[in-house]
């Protein structure tokens, strides 16, 4: 029997649900989300960009085929070239430079996500990474299409985060989440019926952080 990324989320559904359905999201894509709130997450999500270049860097390096460091480093450049770049140029929109954001302490829940992503990619092998960074990649394209189906979701001018709806729903992001899941759906077929255990606890975790992450920027805690 083999599994795929399906499997991965079935095997924690409720805390998958309340990560993609976040009252944080939800807000966001009504528009109604308060500005303090928002500008807090952009700031650490731009600290938590930068910790997970470190760790698609890691999963270069834990690559043993060409094959996986091909797609680690177009994970890479993906949050460099593509992620990183607009979280920038948004957060200059938001009134909020560079020089600001490389100044910033992280908060408690970016340090707790980044720092377990990195443990878990250091201690295990590269499928233990890859499942550690799912929520994050997958998950946010997840959320695009998810807010795209929902009738509360406003687009256009009227809603001031539409802009960051629209990266995540783009088809350089959409392109790579689609890429990421392939890459996972060929590995997880392969693996035991004990070790997709171990799997999933690393992803439950994982997307647990990642609720605390939204529950950091509504609630705008250090």
């Not at 359905?21 to 930068?50: C, N, P, W």
């Not at 233990?128 to 009738?151: F, K, M, R, T």
């Not at 996972?184 to 994982?206: C, H, I, K, M, Y």
Request: proline share 2%.
């Amino acid at each position: 029997m083999g599994y795929a990324f399906d499997d991965l989320k079935g095997a924690c559904h409720h805390d998958w649900r309340a990560y993609i359905e976040h009252d944080f999201v939800r807000q966001l894509g009504a528009g109604t989300l308060e500005t303090g709130a928002f500008r807090h997450y952009l700031k650490q999500d731009y600290l938590f960009l930068i910790h997970f270049s470190r760790a698609y860097a890691l999963a270069a390096y834990k690559s043993r085929t060409l094959s996986d460091l091909r797609h680690a480093h177009a994970g890479l450049k993906t949050i460099l070239d593509v992620e990183l770049q607009l979280h920038i140029d948004f957060c200059r929109d938001w009134g909020i430079d560079e020089a600001v954001l490389a100044a910033l302490p992280e908060a408690k829940a970016t340090l707790a996500y980044t720092r377990y992503v990195l443990d878990t990619g250091n201690r295990g092998d590269l499928l233990d990474l890859h499942v550690a960074l799912a929520p994050c990649l997958v998950g946010y394209g997840e959320i695009a299409q998810w807010l795209a189906a929902q009738s509360f979701t406003v687009r256009g001018p009227a809603n001031p985060y539409d802009a960051w709806v629209a990266m995540y729903a783009g088809d350089d992001f959409q392109a790579a989440m689609r890429d990421e899941i392939a890459w996972l759906n060929g590995r997880l077929a392969e693996v035991t019926p004990r070790r997709f255990e171990e799997l999933a606890t690393v992803f439950r975790d994982a997307t647990r952080l990642e609720i605390d992450f939204w529950q950091m920027g509504l609630d705008r805690a250090d």
